[in-house]
């Protein structure tokens, strides 16, 4: 089995909880920034100068990863440019740094093509990389992420003036879990999996209404 987490930083409980799944890909934006492609911006007298810092950025990122791999028994096998390679010999992990959903989809679909498991914790992230498979039979779904359905009414959106919440809402609707709740892409999916952040609380549901309600509860 395949899986795929988007916005992982050093977390490794799926690994450990999940023996069964043999190859993970783990995507995150860090160390270059905590938000996607995003810099932050340089201003001076209350004026945006035009240009940019590395104020989102995260220096300490990759140093945190290795430690963290190498306290659970992940040993770094290989780096080639921003894929970092780690294994404990019987599962393996390959981490890309500097990576964001949409923007780099193109440059990872080939290598995590028909993968079969998708992990969401805490972060929704944008749902591009679905395109990349056919094959997706199991949703793991983490304690205290937000699974709610943050659809806002017409009414709302009507509303708004200057259509910053519309452009915020045209890019929050290709998110995972918005999707989840207001397309046909649950159909993807033969199993939801609720997991405690523990480890040791796990539900099946067959149906992602069946999932999102027992969230609700916990």
Known sequence: MKAVYVGAGCDLRPVDNFKNIKTFYYIDCQ???EFGIKRSKEWKD??????FTDGFSRPNFIPELDKTMTENNMKLEKVEKNIRTY????QTLHYY???SMPEHYEDIKD???????LIVAGHDPHSIFLDATNNINQFIGYEDTSYFNDKYD???????????LNEFMHEYENNVIYKLHNSNIQQK???FSFISNNGEKKCDFEKWDNFYMYSKKS
């Open 189 to 191: 999916f033969s199993k």
């Open 31 to 33: 160390p270059f920034s």
């Open 87 to 90: 294994t404990n010999g019987n």
């Open 154 to 164: 017409e009414n709302f959106r009507d509303s708004e003036e200057d259509g910053v």
């Open 97 to 99: 740094t500097n990576t």
């Open 46 to 51: 209350g004026q945006w100068t035009g240009k």
């Open 111 to 117: 290598e995590i093509k028909d993968f079969n498991v």
